[in-house]
């Protein structure tokens, strides 16, 4: 096949070719050349004393000769849409560079059959001419059936070859190009709400996440708990694209996540809005800068915050985050609005005062500690409640997924 100036199939860069096949009997020729040394050791000796087992010596290496020169090797390569085939054997060689479209077939063909044994060949037959792959085909063998699936796969014609090249062309020119089609684009302004919870890893006990802290308190136990920037990364791995991508307006889902911390996570496309009167907030407007952001029409304020720099690895684009609130931690002291509560000694029986201050007491009477129970620390350490809390953040769309 000629080249022409203007052929699309070699104006185009293609990869090197990569090597699809090979087929050699390295074991069989070692084996064959032992034979054959051993039927020439045996003739040495044993001629002078015996013609008839010389006779039948010679016999047996010519036929190992034989075979052996017949032996060949073959390699296929895959220069798209072109395969390469070279075979190789003492008789002759092969080199040929072959179209897609000139091959005709590949095949198994019978070669003998021995009571009821039948040998098959593997050939690739092209233009009325049969080229060998393998001289000893095997369906069980998986090299050949990879190579079957690569020919099948190849265009048959030159137009099906040119077509394909023109799409490869165009998906290339769209990918350098994308730098070029901003104008295209658009930046939509997403919220992402969340609803969010851990176990504590020493009581079990649930602990509240209403915000993007790395600080926590149980509330149960008073155990200290890391939420590192890694930690958060693994916990909203996901969440930004799926809101971005997947969501619409009033959407959500909730997961069970298990790992470091057992995590309960409820998450949704939702604007922001007033936890008392449950009005969504025009952040453009209403939000002026500062720490709050106030709803004008029953003035609720809701904590706004900037979102920390960490942040912006966990979840690209964050800019503001609207309703987090951070637990206040036990060890802070108890609510210095509650009134002092008798408690009964479980040693002596006598009541005395408690505080809430520390959750191991002593009695004023006996001096025991005593170990404030759970109901009554929580009334002086209130458990904060889960709430939803709203990431800001920018994401771009294609103006025909917009419409």
């Known amino acids: 096949m000629s080249k022409k100036s203007g052929d699309i199939l070699h104006r185009v860069a293609r990869p ?3 090597l699809i096949y090979r087929y050699s009997l390295l074991k069989s020729i070692l084996v064959k050349s032992i034979f054959l040394a051993l039927c020439a050791t045996v003739w040495i000796f044993v001629r002078p004393y015996s013609p008839v087992v010389t006779l039948v010596v010679s016999i047996i290496a010519l036929i190992l000769l034989y075979h052996l020169l017949k032996t060949c090797s073959v390699k296929v390569w895959l220069d798209w849409p072109n395969l390469i085939y070279k075979y190789h054997s003492c008789f002759r060689t092969i080199n040929k560079t072959i179209p897609s479209w000139e091959i005709s077939g590949i095949f198994p063909e019978i070669t003998s059959i021995w009571r009821g044994t039948v040998t098959e060949r593997l050939v690739l037959e092209v233009g ?15 090299k050949t059936a990879m190579l079957m699936t690569e020919i099948h796969n190849l265009p048959s014609s030159r137009e099906h070859a040119e077509s394909e090249i023109v799409l490869e062309r165009q998906a290339i020119k769209r990918a350098e190009g ?8 658009m930046k939509e302004a997403v919220w992402c709400m969340l609803e969010m919870s851990i176990e504590c890893p020493r009581c079990d006990g649930p602990v509240v996440v209403n915000g993007p802290f790395t600080e926590f308190t149980c509330p149960h136990c008073g155990e200290d708990i890391q939420l590192s920037h890694e930690i958060w990364a693994d916990l909203l791995e996901d969440v930004r694209d799926e809101l971005a991508d997947d969501m619409e307006e009033g959407e959500g889902s909730r997961s069970v996540i298990w790992g470091t911390f057992n995590t309960s996570l409820y998450y949704g496309r939702l604007h922001p809005y007033c936890s008392g009167c449950k009005r969504d907030f025009d952040i453009v407007n209403e ?10 029409d029953c003035g609720t304020e809701t904590a706004v915050l900037t979102a920390p720099v960490w942040f912006d690895k966990v979840f690209e684009g964050a800019s503001l985050i609207v309703g ?3 637990n206040q931690s036990a060890k802070h002291g108890a609510d210095s609005g509650k009134a002092p509560i008798s408690f009964t000694c479980s040693q002596c029986g006598a009541s005395f005062k408690v505080r809430g201050d520390e959750r191991s007491v002593k ?3 006996c001096g025991t500690s005593v170990y404030i129970p759970d109901e009554l620390w929580l009334h002086f350490h209130p458990a904060p409640t889960k709430q939803r809390w709203f990431i800001g953040f920018e994401a771009e769309v294609d103006e025909w997924q917009d419409e």
């Open 363 to 365: 009695c004023e009477h």
């Open 287 to 296: 939000y002026t800068g500062g720490n709050f952001i106030t709803c004008s």
């Open 324 to 326: 987090a609130q951070k």
């Open 178 to 185: 994308g730098n070029q089609d901003e104008e295209e684009r």
């Open 128 to 142: 009325g001419r049969k080229l060998v792959l393998t001289p000893y085909y095997s369906k069980r063998d998986l």
């Open 16 to 18: 090197a070719p990569r």
